[in-house]
């Protein structure tokens, strides 16, 4: 790790200790710790789908209370990602690490051979989708890589600060408000034109589309371009380009949090780690140039690093835009429940695109379903 030194300089006496597992498998070995007391780390990583579940389970540090006073400290982060590390009644269970800008990312060689520039593809949703039956006519190229990924960004069209995305402040279940079926008609509209490769997130088939140049678009957080610079698609070097998100969409989509939990043994050595993995600019920016991890911390982003060409974007100065997009993107409020309503509609979903379920009833099913399970918890 990168930082390690830095944690040596300060803290020699104490061991830095990393576990890492594989994505699903950390979270997973996470919940069973937290559940049952045991093999707790003094500082837990969190991703962002998860935040909303482990916030809400009393297991962690409240962080603005003494003596980490993390309240004090938060205009040192884009407000977005502190608003999405609080848990309920005013607490902050996580700070944030690094976060995901919502951008659009395209093979600009495809654009190219099918006459479609880039105002084409972010003017708007029907634009959007124009140019997509254009690209596959040209090129034989999907526009995206699954009609999912349209219906997740969607999603989050419109939102403003303070607005949940599944549930209002009161709890409520906000699945078949008009966000919601405009979310799933765009992405039942993708599927029928035959505009996406059906290649589901992290799989073999999803990875080979970006190597193989089988998918035009992308619609995901800044992080993605690290992902196919250093391991995905590395091949690719100089084809892509980073875009807004269509329509002028504001989102995140992913990033990481640093949580204490309340059994942690060595609370102040976890807090100061903390605040040097989020809060120490040399160590964002390195993140940010290693890995693409682009920074939460407010200050990094007016360093002249946010300025540089990425050579795997062709030499786009594309942190600019996602500097822009960053500062942008409102304060939505986490639930506990986010990540059961992440899986409820995302089968819903399915079932529309895959089995013609009318998009009303399917919107229905899945606010009783998740108001079922949710009691239930």
């Known amino acids: ?114 006459g479609v520039g880039e105002a084409e593809i972010t003017r708007d949703w029907s634009a959007y989708l124009a140019a997509g039956e254009r690209i596959r006519k040209a090129t034989g190229a999907y526009l995206m890589a699954d009609a999912a990924d349209l219906r997740d960004i969607a999603l989050r069209q419109g939102l403003q600060d303070g607005e949940g995305l599944y549930f209002d402040a009161d709890g409520r279940v906000l699945v078949e408000s008009a966000r919601f079926r405009q979310a799933f008609e765009l992405g039942r509209a993708a599927r029928r034109a035959g505009l996406d490769a059906r290649a589901i997130a992290w799989t073999n088939d999803w990875a080979a589309g970006f190597k193989q140049g089988r998918i035009a678009t992308q619609m995901i957080g800044a992080w993605l371009v690290g992902q196919l610079r250093n391991w995905i698609a590395p091949a690719t070097s100089g084809l892509w380009r980073s875009a807004p998100l269509p329509g002028g969409v504001q989102a995140a989509y992913g990033g990481s949090f640093y949580a204490i939990p309340k059994k942690a043994a060595n609370k102040a050595a976890a807090w100061d780690f903390i605040r040097l993995m989020t809060a120490d600019a040399a160590v964002q920016r390195e993140s940010l140039k290693a890995l693409d991890s682009f ?47 992440t899986t409820v509609i995302r089968d819903e979903f399915e079932r ?10 399917a919107l229905a099913d899945a606010r009783r379903l998740i108001e079922r399970r949710a009691r239930r918890r």
């Open 295 to 341: 920074p939460a911390m407010r200050a990094v982003l007016d360093d002249p690093v946010m300025d540089e060409p990425i050579e795997f974007l062709g030499g786009q100065r594309a942190r600019q835009l996602w500097r822009e997009t960053a500062v942008r993107i409102p304060a939505i409020p986490v639930n506990r429940f986010d990540a059961l309503a």
């Open 1 to 114: 790790m990168a930082a390690a030194p830095r944690w040596r300089a300060r803290h020699p006496a104490v061991e830095l200790k990393l576990l890492s597992m594989q994505y699903a498998d950390h979270h997973l070995s996470m919940t069973t710790a937290l559940a049952t007391g045991s093999g707790l780390p003094d500082v837990m990583a969190i991703d962002l789908r998860y935040i909303g579940k482990f916030a809400g389970s009393g297991g962690f540090v409240d962080l603005n209370q003494a003596p980490y006073l993390a309240a004090s400290h938060a205009d040192d982060y884009v407000r977005f990602a502190m608003a999405q590390g609080a848990g309920p009644g005013g607490t902050q269970v996580a700070i944030p690490a690094d976060i995901g800008p919502g951008t659009l990312i395209y093979r600009k060689d495809l654009l190219d051979r099918a």
């Open 352 to 361: 529309v695109v895959a089995r013609g379920k009318a998009i009303p009833e």
